[in-house]
């Protein structure tokens, strides 16, 4: 299983930028993804997860209402759409995949991209 990830970028706080994941290598039907984030110094973090039929979503306190996690598994393709962006999520986002349901835990998720950076200026 291979995930790319792209769609980061350099943005104004207060703007928005929508990441991408393609999967390859398996069918995204009956597969969670997540969304999770490491800054400079920091651990990496949970922000959002999405179960495979995308009726279940989950999200992190500090993103709740500013992203929205989705997917297409007709293209194997998770997105994340971040609004009202500010300089603390300043990351490199990574998309993983696990069999199953929601998780909310790194651990969880055997299979990672490779990560894009993300940085939002003051």
């Known amino acids: 299983v291979q995930l790319q990830a792209s769609g980061g970028g350099l943005v104004q706080a207060g703007g928005s930028l929508r990441l991408s994941c393609v999967v390859s290598g398996r069918t995204l039907r009956s597969y969670g993804m997540g969304w999770f984030r490491q800054a400079p110094g920091k651990e990496r973090e949970f922000v959002a997860a999405?179960?495979?039929?995308?009726?279940?979503?989950y999200y992190a306190d500090s993103v709740k209402g500013r992203f929205t996690i989705s997917r297409d598994n007709a293209k194997n393709t998770v997105f994340l759409q971040m609004n009202t962006l500010n300089p603390e999520d300043t990351a490199v986002y990574y998309c993983?995949?696990?069999?199953?349901?929601?998780?909310?835990?790194?651990?969880?998720?055997?299979?990672w991209g490779q990560g894009t950076q993300v940085t939002v200026s003051s």
């Open positions: 993983a995949v696990r069999k199953l349901g929601i998780s909310t835990m790194s651990s969880d998720y055997p299979y």
């Open positions: 999405i179960g495979w039929s995308g009726g279940d979503t």
